[in-house]
C-alpha cells in the first residue's frame, strides 16, 4: 500500500504560481508512475501531469503545457507541480497519484486551488 499527502494548494489571483507537493509513503519501491490529476466543481477528474519514477519521463495535458512543470525527487519521495500562469479554469482540487508495476492506483485526498482576483 502507498500513502499520498499533498500541500501546498491556496488561493491564487490569476497570472500567479503556486507548486504542489506531494509526499509518496508505504511500499513506495512499488511506484512506477507519479502524477496529478484535478476535478472541478462538476466535472469529471482529469489528468494534469506524470512522471516515470525511475525513468524521469514526463506527461502533460495539452491544457498545461508550457504552464505546468512536474518533477520528482527521489531521495524524498516526493513529486512536485509547479503551476504558473494560472488561471480560473486551474480551479480544481488536486489530487496526487501513483500507478504501481502491478497497475495499481493510489490517490491523495486532495488539496484546493482557487484562482481568482
Known amino acids: 500500500q502507498v500513502e499520498l499527502v499533498e500541500s501546498g494548494g491556496g488561493l491564487v489571483q490569476p497570472g500567479g504560481s503556486l507548486r504542489l507537493s506531494c509526499a509518496a509513503s508505504?511500499?513506495?519501491?512499488?511506484?512506477?508512475?507519479m502524477g496529478w490529476y484535478r476535478q472541478g466543481s462538476g466535472k469529471q477528474r482529469e489528468f494534469v501531469a506524470a512522471?516515470?519514477?525511475?525513468?524521469?519521463?514526463?506527461n502533460y495535458a495539452d491544457s498545461v503545457k508550457g504552464r505546468f512543470t512536474i518533477s520528482r525527487d527521489n531521495t524524498k519521495d516526493t513529486v512536485y507541480l509547479q503551476m504558473n500562469s494560472l488561471q480560473p479554469e486551474d480551479t480544481a482540487v488536486y489530487y496526487c497519484?501513483?500507478?504501481?508495476?502491478?497497475?495499481?492506483?493510489?490517490w491523495g485526498t486532495g488539496t484546493l486551488v482557487t484562482v481568482s482576483s
Open positions: 497519484h501513483t500507478r504501481t508495476l502491478g497497475g495499481m492506483d493510489n
Open positions: 512522471v516515470g519514477t525511475t525513468s524521469g519521463n514526463t
Open positions: 508505504g511500499n513506495i519501491f512499488s511506484i512506477k508512475f
